[in-house]
């Protein structure tokens, strides 16, 4: 190498060595009580073949953790781990960083899986967003899907409690940046009321899948392995990215999806600025001048000389531009766009879309 500027920035190549697999990670959420403790108990009781690491992250709010896990060791990031006989493990980090989950499996093998518990405040779009960074470091690790865990008794109040100061609701957030939404406690609820709770998470996030549980019991086919943010499966997400049903008119304030379609060539870097200037820099308003903002951006773009689909994916402030091994053929070139997100304004966005990132746009 004769020019050695930098590096530290040279991507890591992944080893075909079947060691260096990486490891997917599912975020658990969901709002405080909905039974997020109960689904991993199940998941580890049942038979999978796996050997499952859950980790419980605290974020150092002293929360209620179950205490047989939350023994103290002063200095060290993960705190306790208990072996379970089917292999599995379970522990708590205290530190939200990656690096202890390192540190853990560098002490105890690796994992087949591990899922991560946040605790019911938490936004799990942060928590995402610090997988899914290192992910493109060469970690081992990799994110696979968010998974919300919902009360069909208590849900819907949670979603209408307001926040001071114009917050976004977390319960709300945490359904909008979700893969899977699990409606928990259908034994606490009628028909109508749990259709009612369906319904309303539909409107707030018009591509999620939803499963009803009483226990959390589901398929764990249903939780693990989604891979969610890979770019290997485009055209999976091109089959997600059409919405079951038409996202419902919504009170101001709330969280929607908003979606659209328009066929013709993009450019990429006027790509990088629309999506930059909506969920960096807040540019974009409503007509009632509020400024949108964005959880969670799903979408898959042709970019102009492209012959392959490009898969957009984005989550808090982040986002990413991945090129999938589907190509466009002799099929139109269709970008399709997903937001989701907080005063959202379709005609707006799809306006600006066109006007500053399509080369030749036909709507
Ligand atoms: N009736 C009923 N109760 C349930 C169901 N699932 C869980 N519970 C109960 O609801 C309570 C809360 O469940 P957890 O699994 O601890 O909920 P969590 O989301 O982990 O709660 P936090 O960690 O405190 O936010 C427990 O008492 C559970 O036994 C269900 O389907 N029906
Ligand atoms: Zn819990």
């Not at 493109?136 to 926040?163: C, F, H, M, P, R």
């Amino acid at each position: 190498m004769e020019d050695d500027d930098c590096p530290e920035l040279v991507p890591i190549e992944p080893q075909p060595d079947s060691d260096e697999k990486q490891i997917p990670v599912t975020i658990i959420t969901g709002y405080l009580g909905a039974g997020k403790t109960t689904l991993l108990n199940y998941i580890l009781t049942e038979q999978h073949n796996k050997r499952i690491a859950v980790i419980l992250n605290e974020f150092g709010e002293g929360s209620a953790l179950e205490k047989s896990l939350a023994v103290s060791q002063a200095g060290e990031l993960y705190e306790e781990w208990l072996e379970l006989r089917n292999g599995c493990l379970c522990c708590s980090v205290k530190d939200n960083g990656l690096k202890a989950i390192e540190n853990l499996m560098e002490k105890k093998g690796k994992f087949d899986y591990i899922l991560l518990e946040t605790t019911g405040l938490a936004d799990p779009g942060a928590v995402a967003s610090m997988f899914w960074v290192d992910a493109e470091l060469g970690s081992d690790i990799y994110l696979d899907g968010i998974v919300t865990v919902i009360d069909a008794k208590y849900g819907l109040q949670q979603l209408a409690e307001e926040k001071a100061d114009g917050l976004v609701n977390e319960a709300a957030r945490q359904i909008a940046v979700a893969d899977l939404t699990i409606i928990n406690k259908t034994d606490l609820v009628s028909v109508e009321e749990l259709s009612h709770v369906r319904d309303t998470v539909r409107s707030i996030n018009g591509l999620v899948k939803i499963v009803e549980t009483q226990r959390s019991r589901v398929d764990l086919a249903e939780v693990l392995d989604l891979h969610s943010f890979d770019s290997k499966n485009g055209v999976n997400l091109a089959e997600k990215l059409q919405l079951d049903q038409p996202a419902r008119p919504h009170l101001d304030k709330s969280i929607l999806t908003v979606t659209f379609n328009v066929t013709g060539d993009v450019s990429e870097d006027a790509l990088n600025v629309f999506i930059q200037d909506l969920l960096w820099e807040k540019l974009m308003c409503n007509k009632e001048g509020r400024p949108m903002t964005v959880i969670r951006l799903k979408g898959i773009v042709a970019l102009a000389g492209k012959a392959n689909q490009v898969m957009l994916q984005g989550v808090h402030e982040l986002y990413e531009l991945n090129e999938t091994p589907q190509m466009w053929d002799g099929n139109p070139r269709l970008n399709r766009l997903v937001f989701i997100g907080r005063n959202l304004d379709k005609d707006i966005l799809m306006e600006k879309f066109i006007s500053s990132v399509m080369t030749n746009a036909q709507t």
